[in-house]
């Protein structure tokens, strides 16, 4: 495998509204400190990648509105490795956009996808997996998603079934599952060989093309022939022009569950996708009652249960709170109970 020839692609144009008031239209949850450790998520996601992936091999596609924030927080990353989004279309644009790009300058190159915004406790057994998943689809026409090993019945992540020896590492797809009822995925918990779909996947240039002209034809045309504008001064004007008229449509709803290719690397890392204040809830230390803080000044007086950000200086004392977000931004103060968060993007 040539290993200089592996790339990473950050995919980082969410708005994380569910994250309201700390992650805003204007500054996102993924260039915010979430975990109050002095990087943000995009700063983490780069860093975990540190050693698999060459630095000039990194390339972040976000929105327009967001270069800046890109430029500042990854230095020494080029111009032409941040990809500028014009309007959201979902990631099946955004990834065929990105491997027409690379294919012009790095043919046969090997890719892997991951979100800016996610969260992985274990870098060191993470740097495991993908590596050994860049292995597997250098020499193959897999697709390779990485399943995360469920220890609980979460039903705000979509599952995949895998088939076969679960002796084998990587194994084929059976199954694409949408997010479950409790009781649903309280049995696939029972059942085994069910795994979270994380959306990280890895696979080589030659198979995106490939899978994407068979069953995407339209974003396969659409950006195989702007290869004459990729790394010249007209191709934002053209990507401009020409992204508003793609569908806006999921990878995993163009290409995933389509095709034939589709394997699973179970694995386990201390992953979450930080969807929620509840996500990341569930990852933080707790004191002996439960709660989760995040803040330099925090005093909870009979709160169990409870997680608090509040970064900064300013003094904050919660009492008599079971069960709630407490979350400062700005001039912006959230509490609400932590059984109501999905309603916090309805709230802004």
């Known amino acids: 495998m040539k290993m200089n020839n592996n790339h990473l692609i950050i995919m980082a144009g969410g708005v994380g509204s569910r994250f309201w008031p700390m992650s805003t239209p204007e500054v996102p949850k993924q260039f915010i400190d979430v975990l109050g450790v002095g990087k943000s998520l995009l700063q983490l996601t780069v860093e975990r990648f540190s050693g698999v ?31 500028l989004e014009p309007c959201r279309r979902n ?16 043919p046969g190159a090997n890719l892997v996808f ?19 998943g860049l292995e597997f689809t250098a020499s193959s026409n897999a697709i390779v998603t990485l399943g995360m090993e469920p220890d609980r019945p979460e039903t705000g992540y979509g599952y995949i079934k895998g088939e076969g020896n679960r002796n084998v590492a990587i194994r084929k797809v059976q199954a694409f599952k949408e997010k479950p009822e409790l009781a649903v995925a309280k049995s696939y918990l029972a059942e085994g060989g069910y795994y979270w779909n994380s959306g990280i996947f890895i696979w080589n240039e030659n198979t995106v093309i490939s899978e994407f002209e068979q069953h995407a034809p339209d974003l396969a045309a ?10 010249t001064c007209r191709e934002q004007e053209v990507i401009d022009r020409e992204f508003f008229d793609c569908r806006n449509i999921s990878i995993d709803y163009a290409i995933m569950e389509k095709s034939a ?3 699973v690397y179970p694995a386990s890392f201390g992953w979450s996708d930080l969807g929620t ?20 000044a925090v005093k909870l007086v009979d709160c169990k249960n409870c997680v608090v950000h509040t970064p900064g200086e300013r003094k904050v004392v919660v009492q008599g709170l079971e069960g709630y977000i407490v979350a400062e931004h700005g001039d912006t103060l959230l509490v609400c109970k932590k059984e109501m968060e999905q309603q916090i993007k309805e709230w802004q």
């Open 261 to 263: 290719n589709t394997y």
């Open 222 to 231: 659409k950006f195989s022939g702007l290869s004459d504008v990729y790394f």
């Open 277 to 296: 204040w509840g996500s990341l809830y569930t990852l933080l230390d707790k004191d002996r009652e439960g709660n989760a803080v995040i803040g330099n």
């Open 91 to 106: 990631t099946a644009p955004c990834i065929a956009y990105v491997t027409c790009k690379i294919k012009k300058k790095y």
């Open 114 to 132: 991951s979100p800016a915004d996610h969260l992985v406790l274990d870098t060191g057994k993470f740097r495991e997996v993908i590596t050994r």
């Open 53 to 83: 992936i060459p630095a000039d091999h990194v390339w972040v596609v976000t929105s327009k509105d967001y270069k800046e924030l890109v430029k500042a927080q990854v230095p020494g990353i080029r111009d032409e490795q941040v990809l």
